[in-house]
Each structure stands twice: as C-alpha cells, then as structure tokens.
Nanobody
C-alpha cells in the first residue's frame, strides 16, 4: 500500500520561504508521477506542481511558477516543494499525491494516493 507523509509546513512571513517534504513508501516510485495540491479554507483543492519521478520533468500552476520548485531524491523516495517569495494567498493545507504513470496531471482525479496534508500559513 502506498503511503505519503508530508512535513515541513508552518508559519512564515510574506516574502519568506518554506520547504515541504513528502516521504513515500510502499512502492518503487520510478513509475509514478508525484503531485502537490493545496486547499485554502472555503476553496476547492487546487493543483500546485507535479514531477515525473523517473526523469524529473516538472509542471507548475501559473500562480506559483517562478516561485515554487518541486524536486525528488531518488535514494530516499522523497519529493520536495521549495516555496520562495511566499504570499498570504499561498496559505493553505498542502497535499502530496501520487499516480502510476508518466503524465504531468493537474486534476485531482488523476491521482490515486494522497497524504494527510501539512498546513502552510503566510502572514502579511
């Protein structure tokens, strides 16, 4: 069974940085695409970024392009989301997700496995 555990959330001032981690277990993730989503209070869960685990190809939502970077560490099955120049509107619960295959999907239904989420709060 695939398990995803996020960490690294917290409270940061606008303009600051945070790095989220997603530790994955239960599979060999070389055949997976990993995604990051976020959900703010009262809003739908939205796509943030995706990475194909095997070759590192990435895709970003326009709202985070140039500020956020996703990467992976093959040896320890961990995916990262480096978030720079954070804004109050980035405040949300951030989720890691996984799908079998090599498509840089941006829709929730494309992902089969989800973590429990980690809270990111950006103060103005």
């Amino acid at each position: 069974q695939v398990q995803l555990v996020e960490s690294g959330g917290g409270l940061v001032q606008a303009g600051g940085s945070l790095r989220l981690s997603c530790a994955a277990s239960g599979r060999t993730f070389s055949s997976y695409t990993m995604g990051w989503f976020r959900q703010a209070p009262g809003k739908e869960r939205e796509f943030v970024a995706a990475i194909i685990y095997s070759d590192g190809s990435t895709y970003y939502a326009d709202s985070v392009k140039g500020r956020f970077t996703t990467s992976r560490h093959n040896a320890n099955n961990t995916v990262y989301l480096q978030m720079n120049s954070l804004k109050p509107e980035d405040t949300a619960v951030y989720y890691c997700a996984a799908q079998l295959g090599y498509k840089l999907g941006s829709r929730r239904y494309e992902y089969d496995y989800w973590g429990q989420g980690t809270q990111v709060t950006v103060s103005s």
